[in-house]
């Protein structure tokens, strides 16, 4: 095993660790019919991280070029645990929380296909992006047939809604495209119709404008979007350089929700503080170099795209959680990969 391997797997189970510790701090004082559920999430994200790592051991041991050859497989898997979600006769397993269906639950187990998405885009991509080689860079032959998956797959997911996990998605799959050499010119023409089409699904999803405009108005604490921006800058801000302490945070007494997910980097700033912070950072930073360089070093197409899209997978999402958590992008529900509370994401991740 190479040593960048190694390293890599001692930071992803670093970043686990800190998560479940962070979880259960941000957990600790959270009850639900008067009991608490700090152990009880700090539990469910081991048990998470547990099987993810069967799972990952199990893969390890596989020659990654098999995964060329499910990569159609797991696309058609995908897309129809998508479908679930959006047919009006599946209310049984995929039940509206919180205004959207994005969960399904089988039994026991309940997960997000749009996290499986994630996956199966970068391999899928990985592997036609290989196979097409130089055809890449002309659109009807080379770019044409990723436009229609990549849209169709988002369009699902915008469908549950889930506008933030869809533009992701999107991004994961022109990540693989620009690495495998694709043209400029083609990402600029549909980078304008992807603007357009966000636009529109601003506009018409009243809670997303709200989320626009206090990103535009970060001073504004009025609306319920920039209340939960506020909360979490003071959250920061009052962790200092060492934290408050361990499970010693305020902001989770009711003033930012979802403390344990949505927001668990601003938790981390208040309970760990800035030294906290820097340690999150500095492990998804080394996560990310790590990931690229082991990109840079595949001897084989396929494996530079798959290492390239598996790594910004991860490092695009903490991104855009911690910038959310900073005031630096409109609020988006999107969790901190292998740290924030949710057992498909840790799975996934």
Not at 51 to 73: E, F, I
Request: glycine share 12%; charged share 10%; aromatic share 12%.
């Amino acid at each position: 095993m190479r040593w960048e391997t190694r390293l890599l797997a001692t930071v992803t189970a670093l970043l686990l660790g800190f998560g479940i510790a962070a979880t259960y701090g941000a957990a600790s004082l959270v009850t639900i019919r008067g009991q608490s559920v700090g152990l009880d999430f700090a539990m469910r994200q081991l048990s998470g991280a547990l099987l993810g790592g069967v799972l990952l051991l199990l893969a390890s041991r596989q020659d990654y070029y098999r995964w060329r050859t499910l990569a159609w497989p797991l696309l058609l898997v995908t897309l129809v645990l998508l479908l679930i979600p959006v047919l009006p006769f599946t209310t049984g397993i995929a039940p509206t929380v919180n205004g959207a269906r994005r969960w399904v639950e089988l039994g026991p187990v309940g997960f997000q296909p749009s996290e499986l998405a994630r996956v199966a885009v970068v391999v899928w991509c990985s592997m036609l992006a290989a196979k097409k080689g130089k055809q890449i860079r002309e659109f009807k032959r080379g770019m044409l047939p990723f436009i229609l998956v990549l849209g169709l797959v988002s369009f699902l997911i915008l469908l549950q809604p889930n506008l933030s996990m869809a533009t992701l998605v999107a991004l994961l799959g022109g990540l693989v495209l620009f690495a495998s050499g694709a043209k400029i010119g083609h990402f600029i023409l549909l980078s304008g119709a992807a603007v357009i089409l966000v636009f529109h699904q601003i506009r018409d999803a009243q809670y997303r404008l709200a989320r626009l405009v206090t990103f535009l108005n970060p001073g504004d604490a009025t609306t319920e979007a920039g209340f939960q921006i506020h909360q979490s800058l003071v959250g920061i801000g009052s962790g200092g350089i060492f934290g408050t302490g361990f499970g010693q945070g305020q902001q989770k007494l009711g003033y930012l929700p979802y403390a344990y997910s949505d927001f668990l980097f601003s938790t981390i700033g208040e309970e760990w503080g800035f030294l906290g912070v820097l340690t999150v950072v500095s492990l998804f930073g080394l996560f990310c170099w790590l990931g690229f360089r082991i990109a840079r070093t595949a001897t084989d197409p396929f494996g530079q795209y798959l290492a390239v899209g598996l790594t910004a997978a991860v490092g695009l999402t903490a991104f855009m959680h911690m910038a959310v958590s900073l005031g630096l992008m409109p609020t988006t529900g999107l969790t901190l990969p292998f740290m924030s509370y949710g057992r498909s994401s840790q799975v996934i991740s």
